[in-house]
């Protein structure tokens, strides 16, 4: 079988796919490129990734990935960056690719971009979403008119589109009237384990106010018999100010600040009970992350994750059933050993990197690629 050249247009991406811990920037779509990537070449894909000039050689492999550098962060004068150098360095780098699939996650100008490029030169683009917010109709995560108008113009160009919900699929149908494919997000497992008895109440993300970490301290503060730990970046910001001044008043909180992702998997190594306070999701990488070692998962935010007929997500509608849901998973053993286990059984079931592969071939089968 014919395997396509796949190329991954995500300018943010080096840090993670490097795992260059010195650069704070671990973004979810990145995980889930970069985890995708490595695992289409290990399948015998020619895999090809467009990213920005983070210092390193403009072009270099990576575990059978070939990298190609376009603009630097900084480069070019403000307004006038946005055509020269973006647009006309990431248009060269595609050219110089020439990928049979290019590949765009997160909504964005780029979407638009990309889609236009393939249309213009006869390539098929896939477009991922990576949040519930793709397919708003205020796109509240896109700041400008201009770039808004430009994602939608790329959802509607896009040869095919994924997503990671049935609920993004739904709202997907609704806003553009298009069928989009469900693969859903992957994580490469860890080595079998078993959770300390002793373990802590772990939250991990960027430390911004969409995130809420503020929850998680009350939490903390409801809760002073037992342990937590909160790791994210985001240092400058007067989110990551406040919480770090609060965890250090708590004597039950540890406050890690930033962690690359390749070293980020320690953290949900001595977890007993996961939490995630954010108000807007995709699929987030630390559910799967949990989910892989049997740690059970807290949140405010559902992703209707399913196994067996029963929920995976322990999910809470306000601050009073939070605390009442952790404090029951931190001390009933039976209760923590069956949340668990229905989370390990979710992730082994549907979200290994073979299973997003296999899901993904089948969509370049569709598109006459394989």
Not at 355 to 363: L, N, P, T
Request: glycine residues 8%; hydrophobic residues 45%; charged residues 15%.
């Amino acid at each position: 079988m014919r395997r396509p050249h796949i190329c991954f247009v995500a300018p943010t991406i080096w840090p993670v796919l490097a795992r260059e811990g010195a650069i704070d920037v671990v973004g979810g779509a990145e995980v889930q490129q970069a985890i995708l990537a490595r695992s289409f070449a290990a399948a015998g894909y020619r895999v090809s990734i467009i990213t920005m000039d983070f210092g390193q050689p403009a072009r270099v492999e990576i575990d059978g990935i070939s990298v190609h550098a376009a603009y630097a962060p900084d480069a070019g004068l403000p307004v006038l960056r946005f055509v020269h150098p973006r647009l006309t360095s990431l248009w060269q780098a595609m050219r110089a690719v020439d990928a049979d699939l290019y590949y765009q996650r997160s909504a964005g100008m780029l979407t638009g971009v990309a889609a236009q490029f393939c249309r213009l030169h006869g390539r098929q683009f896939l477009y991922a979403a990576a949040s519930d917010r793709d397919f708003l109709a205020d796109l509240p995560g896109i700041r400008y008119r201009r770039d808004k108008w430009l994602f939608r113009r790329g959802v509607q160009q896009a040869s095919a589109l994924v997503v990671q919900s049935a609920r993004q699929q739904q709202a997907c149908r609704a806003a553009y009237g298009r069928e989009a494919y469900m693969v859903s997000s992957c994580h490469v497992p860890p080595p079998p384990q078993d959770c300390a008895a002793d373990g802590y109440v772990l939250w991990v993300g960027s430390v911004k106010a969409l995130k809420r970490p503020e929850l998680f301290m009350a939490l903390a503060r409801s809760l002073p018999q037992l342990r937590f730990r909160m790791v994210g970046g985001g240092e400058g910001t007067p989110e990551y100010a406040a919480m770090a001044a609060q965890a250090a008043a708590l004597p039950n909180v540890e406050f890690v600040g930033f962690v690359p992702y390749h070293l980020v998997q320690a953290q949900f190594d001595g977890a007993r009970v996961f939490v995630n306070t954010s108000e807007w999701e995709g699929f987030p990488n630390t559910f799967l992350q949990a989910w892989a070692r049997g740690v059970p998962t807290v949140s405010f935010f559902d992703t209707g994750s399913q196994h067996a007929g029963q929920p995976v997500v322990q999910v809470v509608a306000d601050q009073d059933q939070l605390v009442a849901r952790v404090a029951r998973l931190m001390t009933d053993e039976p209760a923590w050993r069956a949340a668990g286990a229905q989370s390990l059984a979710c992730y082994q079931a549907r979200h290994t990197p073979a299973a997003a592969v296999a899901a993904y071939g089948e969509i370049f089968g569709k598109l006459g690629l394989c």
